[in-house]
């Protein structure tokens, strides 16, 4: 339990640093965003694949291919529906381009930007603690690992439109530390459900995973692959092969 609760910190943790380098790094080049992004996004895919959805295949014994499918839709389909309840993070981001609003108003849509990213937490930290399911700690950690760096470009990402929008910097901090305390949460609920009924455990991997696939190919991606992204697919595949490396050497 103890190991469950330092990962599920560290996991959320990783928003808070990157929330502190937005704050020490304020105009951090696009390109190298993107790179980040995408080599987080490889470490995501492979953990994803790897951590989760292979091991709901082996730990549905003859169900296995059937249930591991129906909790990748599942997942996949929970985040669809949480994107209809929310603005899309991609719109917010951009503030909908949107010249000269009222100061308001914009900070409005920077804060449904931030509620968004925090939804978007929860089924990421679920995933986390879920990998704990499998008994496997180096592979749990392994998952945790990559979702968490994932999170530091996220927390960076959020820190420029919350203080171009006027927000004050306590506030804007304490935006930021919210969306990892959901993460929190997440990884402890994830384990809990898990601890309580094995039963639900080859779903719960593969619900885990198809949130992960979702988010890879809904959000990640996409950010990356604009018109003047260079090598960033090949920052994709370096962090799905660390993953790859990281799940043989320490599974």
């Not at 953990?47 to 292979?54: E, Q, S, Y």
């Not at 679920?126 to 998952?143: P, R």
């Not at 979702?214 to 993953?243: K, N, R, W």
Request: charged share 10%; glycine share 14%; proline share 4%.
């Amino acid at each position: 339990m103890k190991m469950v609760l330092l990962t599920a910190l560290g996991v959320g943790g990783a928003t808070v640093i990157g929330a502190v380098l937005g704050f020490v790094f304020k105009h951090i080049s696009h390109r190298f965003s993107d790179w980040v992004l995408a080599f987080a996004a490889g470490v995501m895919l492979a953990a994803a694949v790897i951590g989760l959805i292979l091991p709901s295949v082996e730990y549905g014994g003859a169900w296995g291919i059937p249930t591991a499918i129906a909790g990748v839709f599942c997942g996949a389909l929970c985040l669809n529906g949480l994107d209809k309840l929310v603005p899309h993070l991609h719109h917010l981001s951009g503030v909908d381009g949107e010249r000269h609003p009222a100061q308001t108003e914009k900070q409005n849509k920077v804060l449904l930007f931030v509620l968004a990213i925090a939804i978007h937490n929860l089924p990421e930290g679920i995933a986390a603690g879920v990998g704990f399911g499998t008994g496997n700690t180096g592979e749990a950690i392994t998952i945790a690992a990559g979702i968490a760096l994932q999170n530091i470009p996220e927390g960076m990402v959020i820190i420029g439109p919350m203080l171009a929008a006027g927000m004050s910097h306590r506030r804007t901090f304490f935006a930021a530390l919210m969306t990892g305390v959901v993460e929190v949460v997440g990884a402890l609920l994830g384990y809990f459900a898990v601890s309580l009924s094995t039963a639900v455990l080859p779903f719960a991997l593969a619900f885990a995973g198809g949130t992960m696939l979702y988010v890879i190919s809904d959000e990640m991606i996409p950010e990356t692959h604009h018109d003047d992204a260079q090598g960033v697919t090949y920052a994709l595949l370096a962090g799905f092969c660390l993953m790859l490396a990281m799940s043989h050497y320490l599974g």
